[in-house]
């Protein structure tokens, strides 16, 4: 399977498939723990118009694909915050979205080359996730407009480094 999986930037016309993805992951592990309003909040943030626009000024979003499938995303805004990380369940467990992260870190780099920290808004269901990738808490839950997260972030500079 190694070799048929690839990592790209989302071209355009690709952002209703991601979008696809997001939703699907979302309705089944992370939308459980939000109320209909974070649900509504949370759907209408990945409508694919909205993505391809926001990839197309200060956001970008790196895909995983498997024989031209996309099975993975990260969006990140502004070279420095994850908007959006989702793996499909068929292929969650097996590190591509460390790898998402990795590479998704090697393009901050390249426009922040003194980048020392990553930001995330992690739904209760990723805390875990993001822990294992080396995030920590960095705040207290919080819900905005209905969509419950926990604000954590990945140290770059340092031996604690995860991903350096």
Do not use: W
């Amino acid at each position: 399977m190694e070799a048929s999986l690839y990592y790209r930037l989302m071209k355009s016309g690709e952002e209703s498939a991601v979008c696809a993805l997001v939703t699907h992951v979302f309705n089944e592990f992370v939308a459980p723990d939000y109320s209909d309003e974070g649900a509504e909040e949370f759907l209408k943030y990945v409508e694919p118009n909205l993505l391809l626009e926001r990839s197309q000024e200060d956001h970008f979003v790196l895909v995983a694909l498997l024989l031209e499938e996309i099975v993975g995303m990260i969006e990140v805004r502004d070279y420095g915050h994850i908007s959006l990380l989702f793996v499909d369940k068929r292929f969650q467990r097996i590190g591509i979205g460390k790898e998402l992260l990795r590479k998704s870190l090697e393009i901050c780099f390249s426009h922040k080359p003194g980048l020392s920290q990553v930001s995330v808004n992690s739904s209760p269901y990723a805390v875990e996730v993001y822990r294992k990738l080396g995030f920590r808490q960095q705040g207290p839950r919080q819900i905005v407009m209905g969509i419950c997260f926990d604000p954590m972030v990945l140290d770059l500079s340092g031996p604690q480094s995860a991903m350096g």
